[in-house]
T-cell receptor
């Protein structure tokens, strides 16, 4: 079965500093990968997705993610963090046994931004 | 613009009550989902519906049931609420063609006392 690991529960970054959130997945073939963001008290919003092609994916709000098959990773990055980026971030993978219609989510990483 | 709405943002119910959580999407999506979200556990799928009147159990269906009588509406039912069902409940929808991203509602924070 597919699984997703987000090893960092919390990360604190200074405003203006760069950010990398880690995501590792378990899946034999090419996965379908997503990053979602959840602001406090809100639902999840899609930041970016990877289905195929260029392994560097650009998303909303200046975020990007890179698919690395050799490392089974799909890490999220941003060169300069803004205070409004403080939120919880979820990585997800499309589940093959449902025709990829279901998603398996990681446990999330909470980003704190310090002034 | 894509829209998934949930009937309540906050709900407080007593143990043993029957609870209905409603979700409506206006995107003509075939798939609809109910998740619960708990700290440290991420999102766990309760039920999934891929068509009207069709449903499939997710990872944690015990204590829940669902109803989908119309394409745009997907209801989650707690037959007899218990305190361990206190959680944030998120509804999502997606197109049937895979792979597809899911669109989420704002969530319902349910407290069972």
């Amino acid at each position: 079965a597919q699984s997703v690991t987000q090893p960092d529960i919390h990360i604190t970054v200074s405003e203006g500093a760069s950010l990398e959130l880690r995501c590792n997945y378990s899946y034999g073939a090419t996965p379908y990968l997503f990053w979602y963001v959840q602001s406090p008290g809100q639902g999840l919003q899609l930041l970016l997705k990877y289905f195929s092609g260029d392994t560097l994916v650009q998303g909303n709000k200046g975020f990007e993610a890179e698919f690395k098959r050799s490392q089974s990773s799909f890490n999220l990055r941003k060169p300069s963090v803004h205070w409004s980026d403080a939120a919880e971030y979820f990585c997800a993978v499309g589940a093959k046994n449902t025709g990829f219609q279901k998603l398996v989510f990681g446990t999330g990483t909470r980003l704190l931004v310090s002034p | 613009d894509v829209k998934v709405t949930q009937s309540s943002r906050y709900l407080v119910k007593r143990t043993g009550e029957k609870v209905f959580l409603e979700c409506v999407q206006d995107m003509d999506h075939e798939n609809m989902f109910w998740y619960r979200q708990d700290p440290g556990l991420g999102l766990r799928l309760i039920y999934f519906s891929y068509d009207v009147k069709m449903k499939e159990k997710g990872d944690i269906p015990e204590g829940y049931s669902v109803s989908r009588e119309k394409k745009e509406r997907f209801s989650l039912i707690l037959e007899s609420a218990s305190t361990n069902q206190t959680s944030m409940y998120l509804c999502a929808s997606s197109l049937a063609r895979s792979p597809r991203e899911q669109y989420f509602g704002p969530g319902t924070r349910l407290t069972v006392t």
